[in-house]
Structure formats: structure tokens, C-alpha cells
């Protein structure tokens, strides 16, 4: 279907097809610490599922797709989480910025993504071409 773009696609569809293409491509140097690592001082546990960081860099791909210009400070803003502090009351805490800098930097890498002229991030060219390619055969299965 012409005209599909990623705003079109529900997130919970888009997000694990463009995983899979990641994966499927073979382009992706994932860091050899993603099976030890936590998401977030925030978590208590790393991530159970042994793909989640092609999950992650999908769904920032989708995140700056729908919002150019984000930086790296956003993204762990994005994927923080809530504090718990036992019976104090719980705060905002910030996202892992070392899974966002490396998610950012594969991303790059594979030419989804680029530096934008005024800061942050934006997506290249060729990655608007992949990203809506993706969301059409999602928008169609």
C-alpha cells in the first residue's frame, strides 16, 4: 500500500518487524555486554528477552522518526523509569545513557540515522526509505 509511513503503524507492530529486520540484516555490531547489563539503575534485573537490544534500537529509530532532533539526554529521559525507594516516596530516574549512546551509534553505523544540523539526532534518507518499507508490509500482514 503507497503512502504508509511509521505514523500510520501502531508502535507494538513496528516496533519488533524493524527488530527483526535488524537482526535479519547482519549489518549490526552488537556490544559483547548486552547479556550483563541493566537498562537503568532504576531495574533490579537486565532485560529476559536475548534480543532486547535490537528492540531498543528499533524503537529509538521509530522515536526520532517521529521526532527529529533528539539527543541523547531525551532518550534516557524516554526510557527511565520510576525509583522506588522502599516506604519513601518514588522519583523519576533516568534511562541507561551508555544502551542509548550505543544504540544511537549502531544506528549511525548501518545509515538509519544522522547528526541533525541544529543538534541531536535525525534519520537519514535511507533510513526513512527502510523504516517505511518496514511499516508498509506491517500495515499489510
Not at 13 to 34: H, S, Y
Not at 44 to 55: A, H, K, Q, R, S
Not at 70 to 91: E, I, Q
Amino acid at each position: 500500500m503507497p503512502g504508509v509511513t511509521v505514523k500510520d503503524v501502531a508502535a507494538e507492530k513496528f516496533v519488533p518487524a524493524f527488530a527483526e529486520f535488524l537482526k535479519r540484516t547482519g549489518k549490526v555490531q552488537v556490544p559483547k555486554w548486552v547479556d550483563v547489563v541493566k537498562t537503568g539503575t532504576h531495574k533490579e534485573l537486565g532485560p529476559y528477552n536475548p534480543d532486547w537490544f535490537y528492540v531498543r534500537m528499533a524503537s529509538v529509530a521509530r522515536h526520532i522518526y517521529l521526532r527529529q532532533g533528539v539527543g541523547l539526554g531525551a532518550l534516557t529521559k524516554v526510557y527511565g523509569g520510576r525509583r522506588r525507594n522502599g516506604v519513601r516516596p518514588s522519583h523519576a530516574n533516568l534511562g541507561s545513557g551508555s544502551v542509548a549512546r550505543h544504540a544511537v551509534k549502531c544506528l549511525e553505523s548501518i545509515k538509519i540515522l544522522e547528526k541533525g544540523a541544529t543538534g541531536g539526532r535525525q534519520i537519514s534518507k535511507t533510513g526513512r526509505r527502510d523504516l517505511d518499507r518496514i511499516a508498509g508490509q506491517v500495515n499489510q500482514a
